[in-house]
């Protein structure tokens, strides 16, 4: 379930395609408060390989499955009462989200997970803060970790309260070309054939991205967001016709991150725009399409408006004569 496994794992800079993946991904590694990122794609498009991946790029290399069944004191931990009465002090037995701690938390088909559950993950991932209450008595721990959720659309959507509190979205492409999913075939079956031998080819390439991800997040909390920052943020959004500011504040940490990564201290208009429509995808409200021109609404005169009932009357509707049919009544039944 947890922690860095004994068999080696695919290497992140072996994953081949997904480039939008692999920046959400990248990202969120840099300033995991972004809040993490929802990936919605069919099975087969390197979902659960490219989190596990990652987590192999940090240090601890944690890696936390989140099980579908899982309770919320299984997530969040528990504090033993007696021990609290008794003896004054509070024992914390923690849970997965303690174990994912500077880590990744993977939470695979999360649109079935409970609603509870996910709102709860969604907290703690944009705070960075784990908060244990139970009767009077309360913990708290850090929790900075990466929320990597993945969904397969054709088994049921994730609530729009809950879809936009994930701070980056990437729709997968099901769809590779031939030259492409022939590299990954190629790449896949060579790691298969020699796990060992694969992984120590690409250790040099491994080693870099982990170092630059170290730079990145050792630089990413002094960037400065200008004037000219908020402005296009805001202008955006305000294009997109989202709900709220949470996309403006998400977008400014991805920006941010994306800066750090490329080795800047400063902002530009190019991390602004490489990242907003991962920030924009599964917020944008999609305008109602206009009348045609010298098309009137239906149900109103092309030259007059249409009088509205008054508020919660149904207007009428035309009752043909011939649909309606004689019933029979019924009759009593012998027993």
């Not at 995991?32 to 990652?54: D, F």
């Not at 305008?287 to 508020?311: H, I, M």
């Amino acid at each position: 379930m947890t922690d860095r496994p004994i068999a080696p794992v695919f290497p992140f800079t072996a994953v081949h395609g997904q480039s939008r993946l692999k920046r959400s991904l990248l990202l969120t590694t840099i300033d995991p408060l972004i809040g993490g990122v929802l990936v919605s794609g069919p099975r087969g498009t390197a979902k659960s390989t490219s989190a596990r991946a990652l987590a192999e790029l940090l240090p601890g290399g944690r890696f936390v499955n989140l099980p579908l069944g899982a309770s919320e004191e299984q997530l969040v931990g528990s504090l033993d009462l007696e021990a609290a009465l008794q003896q004054g002090r509070v024992d914390f037995r923690p849970g997965l989200l303690a174990r994912a701690h500077a880590g990744v938390l993977y939470v695979d088909e999360v649109n079935l997970l409970a609603d509870a559950l996910v709102d709860l993950l969604l907290d703690v991932c944009a705070s960075g803060i784990n908060r244990i209450e139970r009767d009077g008595i309360s913990h708290s721990h850090a929790a900075r970790i990466v929320l990597v959720g993945t969904m397969n659309p054709e088994e049921g959507e994730l609530r729009p309260q809950l879809l936009d509190r994930f701070g980056l979205f990437v729709q997968l492409d099901d769809t590779p070309s031939p030259a492409e999913r022939e590299r990954i075939v190629r790449t896949r079956l060579a790691f298969d054939a020699d796990p060992a031998g694969f992984v120590a080819g690409i250790a040099a390439e491994q080693r870099a991205l982990a170092e630059r991800l170290a730079g990145a997040r050792a630089r990413v909390e002094a960037i400065r967001f200008s004037d000219a920052d908020h402005a296009r943020v805001a202008a955006l959004c305000h294009e997109a016709d989202v709900e709220g500011v949470r996309a403006d504040l998400v977008m400014l940490r991805a920006a941010r991150a994306h800066a750090a990564f490329e080795g800047r201290d400063a902002l530009s208009a190019a991390d602004i725009d490489a990242v907003s429509e991962l920030v924009l995808a599964h917020r944008r409200r999609q305008p109602a399409e206009p009348p045609a021109a010298g098309q009137a609404p239906q149900g109103a005169a092309a030259d007059t408006p249409a009088a509205e009932p008054p508020w919660g009357e149904l207007p009428p509707q035309p009752v043909p004569i011939d649909a309606v049919k004689t019933v029979r009544p019924l009759q009593a039944k012998k027993f």
